[in-house]
């Protein structure tokens, strides 16, 4: 199946999480889905039931990690994934799987969105070496005075940081 194209002719990718932070990991995600499409827009997910203080400095960290790439836009939503995909007019759902678990998930996901919305999703596996790395463990490690520097991109700083 060739992926739709948004209203420019560009197939772009939907690339959605809380990115809380932003890793290496989804940098490479990134990299990698611009060898399928023309761009790919990073969508920061807001729970409506939480008060996400941080939100902005992680928009601001990403657009900053991608400054000068005209292929990169990073919006928030706090809609369903399907419906932003569909009113953006992207071509997929970009999601990452670093284990069994992610994959199980991400399939239920996957046939959900393709049933309800018509959007397909394109998995691809994290590179081994970067399969340990989650934002979860970022927090975590964080959170008990680690450095995180190497789970990020270079650069990069927390968007949680206290």
């Known amino acids: 199946m060739i992926p739709k194209s948004d209203a420019t002719g560009r197939r772009i990718a939907l690339f959605p999480g809380s990115f809380n932070p932003f890793t290496r990991g989804h940098e490479s995600l990134v990299t990698r889905a611009l060898s399928m ?12 039931e939480k008060k996400d203080a941080d939100t902005e400095s992680r928009v601001r960290a ?7 790439d005209p292929r990169i836009d990073v919006v928030t939503y ?9 009113r953006l007019g992207c071509a997929f759902i970009l ?3 670093r284990n069994t678990a992610d994959f199980e998930y991400e399939m239920n996901m996957a ?4 049933r309800l919305f018509g959007i397909e999703t394109v998995l691809l596996p994290a590179l081994p070496e970067l399969a340990w790395i989650s934002s979860s463990t970022a927090r975590e490690l964080e959170r008990f005075g680690h450095n995180v520097s190497e789970l990020l991109p270079s650069g990069s700083t927390p968007s949680h940081t206290k």
């Open 37 to 48: 499409c023309d761009g790919v827009t990073i969508a920061i997910g807001i729970n409506i």
């Open 62 to 68: 990403i657009r900053d990690l991608y400054a000068g």
């Open 78 to 86: 706090s809609e369903l994934t399907g419906e932003l995909a569909k």
């Open 95 to 97: 999601r990452g799987v």
């Open 111 to 114: 046939d959900t969105n393709r």
